[in-house]
């Protein structure tokens, strides 16, 4: 069933939920942040969009970062997966989650979107210190 998913994963300086027009806008997206010293903390938001089919039955997302030793540095468990979409569109959810996690050197960190502890997706960010 999962192999049917359509999934997008965009990691961004901020991503906002406009509650009138039921839409989500992105303030910059991000593959590279760059932080003042070390240790720092990192924030960033998450839009995750999962396209499926109408009888998918509610299933559960994550999100884990894991930093470049394949440490685990955040897990952030995500809402039930349910379609949201009026009818005539494609079934699906979009969510908005914000992510924090330590940073205690530089390198390639790794955002990974879990269904039901199934991978389905990953996306990167490459944390920088000005030091």
Do not use: W
Not at 70 to 82: F, G, I, Q, S, Y
Request: glycine residues 2%; contains cysteine.
């Amino acid at each position: 069933m999962l192999d049917t998913f359509k999934i997008q994963m965009i990691i961004a300086e901020k991503v906002h939920f406009h509650e009138y027009e039921k839409m989500h806008s992105v303030e910059k997206v991000l593959n590279a942040i760059t932080v003042p010293i070390l240790p720092a903390a990192v924030i960033t938001d998450v839009l995750v969009k999962v396209f499926f089919e109408e009888d998918t039955p509610p299933l559960q997302p994550s999100i884990q970062v894991l930093d470049q030793e394949n440490r685990l540095v955040c897990h952030e468990e995500l809402p039930p997966l349910k379609n949201f979409r009026k009818e005539g569109m494609v079934p699906g959810i979009d969510i908005r989650v914000n992510i924090r996690f330590p940073v205690v050197e530089e390198g390639v960190y790794t955002y990974r979107l879990y269904i039901d502890n199934e991978l389905m997706a990953e996306s990167y960010v490459s944390v920088f210190c000005e030091e």
